[in-house]
Nanobody, 115 residues
Framework: QVQLAQSGGGLVQAGGSLRVTCAVR????????MAWYRQVPGKQRELVAH???????RYADSVKGRFIITRDNNKNTLYLQMNSLKPEDTGVYYC?????????WGQGTQVTVSS
């Protein structure tokens, strides 16, 4: 059974850092593309960072140079390190992968950046 269990996030002042974690069960994170999305009220969920199966990374323009997506194959875990946070980074962050055409999502983690 596929499970994506998130942790981390929280409240931080602008300029600070946070990390969100996504522990995966049911498939090998090293063998699949993984991603982080962000959703704010009234807006569609947007792609923040993507990590391909060959370890190529891609970021939304708004977070380039500040966010880093990584994975630990031994722990079967995906991470999003968020630095130099801005109030506009506030939202619920979701980890995601697609396995055999089916999308899987973490439960979501609130990140709030105060000005």
């Amino acid at each position: 059974q596929v499970q994506l269990a998130q942790s981390g996030g929280g409240l931080v002042q602008a300029g600070g850092s946070l990390r969100v974690t996504c522990a995966v069960r049911g498939f090998n994170v090293g063998a699949h593309a993984m991603a982080w999305y962000r959703q704010v009220p009234g807006k569609q969920r947007e792609l923040v960072a993507h990590l391909s199966g060959t370890s190529t990374t891609r970021y939304a323009d708004s977070v380039k140079g500040r966010f880093i997506i990584t994975r630990d194959n031994n722990k079967n875990t995906l991470y999003l390190q968020m630095n130099s946070l801005k109030p506009e980074d506030t939202g619920v962050y979701y980890c995601n992968s697609e396995i055999q055409g089916s999308p899987y999502w973490g439960q979501g983690t609130q990140v709030t950046v105060s000005s």
